[in-house]
């Protein structure tokens, strides 16, 4: 990792220009609109008092599917039509939940959950993960459940699935309270990431114009350490270049290992107010299948001790593909990807991709 000081030139117009453009439009993201419940305990209370069915969204981090290879209307593309959007929010109370939250069993509140589940989803009984969406009552009964397919199969999940909440009203049960929810230290600020393959190459599935989603966190400590020394600390340097300079827009990317940094350079300038940074960077694994190259640049801006604005972009070129991002583009292809600071209930709910490696993605290296 090489660092070097000097004169950048640095437009935060043409920085946020590209930002805009590679973030999803409204309509892209009509779903997220919706008032997603996050606490699973505090939701079955609600759905008692309102005598609506529950939808829960069970994800393993990021919004999308339990096939990372659906095509793309199958990811949330459907979940933003209007039919579906007026059951959600007229019929229903939607909660969002993450699966390591409430498959273990441990808590009485996912040992509800997972007996709930295994009723409906034969795919968790056969150790595919618990992964979908479910209609249930909030006394546990399974109504339906769908694995974020067809548009037609998600209007046939909730037909069936309300229908079968007014034939099987729940009955009267006692809710236990606490377990599980999500709680983001409130230190923590929360980056929405952003990527698409642009332009998309001729011959590409069309599986490859979806948009990639994730969140990067930044943690107290290190917004501290950037606010006295006016730098990026290592720690974010490492966790950009192993956990969010990634292909994803198919599913879920094989992050990148210490050894498989092959350069990643960071220039920077700072004031009393900003810090602004640009580099370049290429990661690529040791039989040369898979890798990604390009260029960043980015601007933190502070007030006082706060940060006010995370922003920036990658404009690379990637090849090959992970575990679970296959069918890419043949050959190289061009893969954008754009970093913005948010401050909503969705984006403290959902974890960071690379939050699934535990430590590493906490404290990063690259050397």
Same mark, same amino acid.
């Given at each position: 990792?090489?660092?070097?000081?000097?004169?950048?030139?640095?437009?935060?117009?043409? %920085?946020?220009?590209?930002?805009?453009?590679?973030? !999803?439009?409204?309509?892209?993201?009509?779903?997220?609109?919706?008032?997603?419940?996050? +606490?699973?305990?505090?939701?079955?209370?609600?759905?008692?008092?309102?005598?609506? !069915? %529950?939808?829960?969204?069970?994800?393993?981090?990021?919004?999308?599917?339990? +096939?990372?290879?659906?095509?793309?209307?199958?990811?949330?593309?459907?979940?933003? @039509?209007?039919?579906?959007?007026?059951?959600? @929010?007229?019929? %229903?109370?939607?909660?969002?939940?993450?699966?390591?939250?409430?498959?273990?069993?441990?808590?009485?509140?996912?040992?509800?959950?997972?007996?709930?589940?295994?009723?409906?989803?034969?795919?968790?009984?056969?150790?595919?993960?618990?992964?979908? %969406?479910?209609?249930?009552?909030? +006394?546990?009964?399974?109504?339906?459940?769908?694995?974020?397919?067809?548009?037609?199969?998600?209007?046939?999940?909730?037909?069936?699935?309300?229908?079968?909440?007014? @034939?099987?009203?729940?009955?009267?049960?006692?809710?236990?309270?606490?377990?599980?929810?999500?709680?983001?230290? !409130?230190?923590?600020?929360?980056?929405?990431?952003?990527?698409?393959?642009?332009?998309? !190459?001729?011959?590409?599935?069309?599986?490859?114009?979806?948009?990639?989603?994730?969140?990067?966190?930044?943690?107290?400590?290190?917004?501290?350490?950037?606010?006295?020394?006016?730098?990026?600390?290592?720690?974010?340097?490492?966790?950009?270049?192993?956990?969010?300079?990634?292909?994803?827009?198919? #599913?879920?990317?094989?992050?990148?290992?210490?050894?498989?940094?092959?350069?990643?350079?960071?220039?920077?300038?700072?004031?009393?107010?900003?810090?602004?940074?640009?580099?370049?960077?290429?990661?690529?694994?040791?039989?040369?299948?898979?890798?990604?190259?390009?260029?960043?640049?980015?601007?933190?801006?502070?007030?006082?001790?706060?940060?006010?604005?995370?922003?920036?972009?990658?404009?690379?070129?990637?090849?090959?593909?992970?575990?679970?991002?296959?069918?890419?583009?043949? #050959?190289?292809?061009?893969?954008?990807?754009?970093?913005?600071?948010?401050?909503?209930?969705?984006?403290?709910?959902?974890?960071?991709?690379?939050?699934?490696?535990?430590?590493?993605?906490?404290?990063?290296?690259?050397?």
């Amino acid at each position: 990792m090489i660092f070097a000081i000097a004169a950048l030139a640095f437009s935060q117009a043409s %920085l946020d220009d590209r930002i805009a453009s590679l973030f !999803p439009s409204a309509d892209e993201m009509r779903w997220a609109a919706v008032q997603w419940r996050t +606490d699973l305990s505090t939701a079955r209370q609600e759905a008692k008092r309102t005598g609506k !069915p %529950l939808l829960l969204w069970v994800t393993r981090g990021q919004p999308s599917c339990d +096939d990372c290879n659906a095509p793309l209307e199958e990811r949330t593309e459907n979940l933003s @039509e209007s039919f579906v959007l007026e059951k959600i @929010e007229d019929d %229903l109370i939607p909660v969002l939940l993450i699966t390591d939250q409430v498959e273990h069993g441990q808590t009485p509140t996912s040992a509800w959950f997972v007996k709930m589940a295994k009723f409906a989803n034969q795919r968790f009984v056969q150790g595919f993960g618990c992964a979908g %969406l479910y209609i249930c009552g909030y +006394d546990g009964f399974a109504h339906a459940f769908h694995p974020n397919r067809s548009t037609d199969s998600l209007h046939q999940f909730f037909e069936k699935g309300l229908a079968s909440f007014k @034939e099987f009203p729940p009955e009267e049960t006692e809710i236990v309270e606490g377990d599980p929810v999500r709680r983001v230290d !409130p230190g923590v600020l929360t980056v929405r990431v952003h990527s698409r393959i642009s332009p998309l !190459p001729v011959g590409a599935t069309p599986v490859n114009d979806s948009l990639g989603r994730d969140h990067m966190w930044l943690y107290p400590d290190e917004i501290s350490e950037m606010a006295k020394s006016r730098r990026l600390p290592d720690t974010i340097i490492a966790r950009l270049a192993r956990f969010h300079l990634v292909d994803c827009i198919r #599913g879920l990317p094989d992050h990148w290992t210490a050894n498989e940094i092959r350069q990643f350079d960071v220039t920077s300038t700072s004031s009393s107010d900003a810090i602004d940074f640009s580099g370049e960077f290429w990661m690529q694994t040791s039989d040369e299948r898979r890798g990604i190259r390009g260029k960043f640049e980015g601007r933190v801006k502070f007030i006082g001790e706060r940060i006010a604005e995370f922003r920036a972009f990658a404009d690379c070129t990637a090849w090959g593909h992970s575990k679970g991002t296959f069918s890419p583009p043949p #050959g190289i292809f061009p893969l954008k990807i754009a970093f913005k600071e948010v401050d909503d209930p969705l984006s403290r709910a959902i974890v960071p991709m690379g939050w699934f490696a535990g430590e590493d993605y906490r404290n990063p290296s690259i050397d």
